[in-house]
């Protein structure tokens, strides 16, 4: 059976509409797509401008930690749940970490709990909040733009970088956490190196000994069983992981 001339018509406009209607849509969603990154990027200069303030204009030199004020009792109105901030030196890496009742709730929204592919810095949720922990991990996107954790991988494709960003600080309601780095590789998203919840003993002190070994440029940087390690990780292609892994070397009460 043919269909009617008027039949026909009718849904030659149809699809007409239907495809004018997709092809808006598909403009709005790679138009919201292009201005999330940029969202992220917002929401996060906005808390560091409302709870960093800065009492220290040159950088810190050696093992020394950056000189800044946190303001917890503003970030714990933000989101109870960050727990400390997360600052390098030299790089700009700079963000709350916050910790969630497991490691999917924040994988996908800012530590002020607004929706956004950049996601949070975020500690692994079976880790204790105040990083005493022997092996402490902390999870963030590697961004194409190089926010969140998007400049690590810098360590393997830029020469003297390690050199120009060897340490690291987390500040806490309580104290202030300085580590060195000592190690950085690529592992699969399943590897062994995502245990926690060691204590200081031989086992550790091994695990500890294979992140050194394993590691894409000898630091000479030496790690045992009686450390805090801090794995800072990142994605790096389907099914693997960029760790950075750095030791404690102070703890001072925050002032």
């Known amino acids: 059976m043919k269909k009617s001339r008027s039949g026909s018509s009718k849904a030659n406009l149809f699809c007409l509409l239907a495809g004018i209607l997709l092809t808006v849509s598909s403009l709005f ?34 093992n020394e930690f950056q000189k800044v004020q946190i303001d917890f009792k503003h970030l714990s109105k933000i989101n109870k749940d960050i727990i400390g901030w997360l600052l390098f030196d030299q790089n700009g890496i700079s963000y709350p970490v916050v910790l969630g009742r497991d490691n999917e709730e924040y994988l996908y929204q800012t530590a002020d709990k607004t929706k956004n592919p950049a996601g949070s810095i975020f500690m692994d949720a079976l880790c204790s909040a105040d990083f005493e922990d022997s092996h402490t991990i902390i999870y963030g996107h590697n961004m194409r733009d190089f926010s969140m954790f998007g400049k690590l991988k810098q360590y393997r494709l830029e020469e003297g970088y390690y050199e120009k960003n060897r340490f690291f600080t987390i500040y806490t309601p309580k104290k202030i956490l300085r580590y060195e780095i000592f190690a950085w590789y690529e592992a699969p998203d399943d590897d062994s190196v995502y245990q926690v919840g060691f204590t200081a003993d031989q086992a550790f002190g091994g695990f500890v000994e294979k992140m050194r070994q394993r590691s894409l440029k000898e630091t000479g940087i030496l790690a045992d069983q009686w450390d805090k390690v801090v794995t800072l990780s990142t994605c790096s292609g389907e099914g693997r992981r960029f760790l950075v892994h750095g030791k404690r070397i102070s703890a001072t009460p925050y002032p």
Request: aromatic share 2%; no cysteine.
């Open 29 to 62: 969603g790679l138009k919201k797509s292009a201005k999330e990154p940029e969202i992220g990027r917002s929401v996060y200069q906005k808390i560091e401008a409302q709870a960093v303030k800065q009492q220290q204009a040159d950088k810190p030199e050696s």
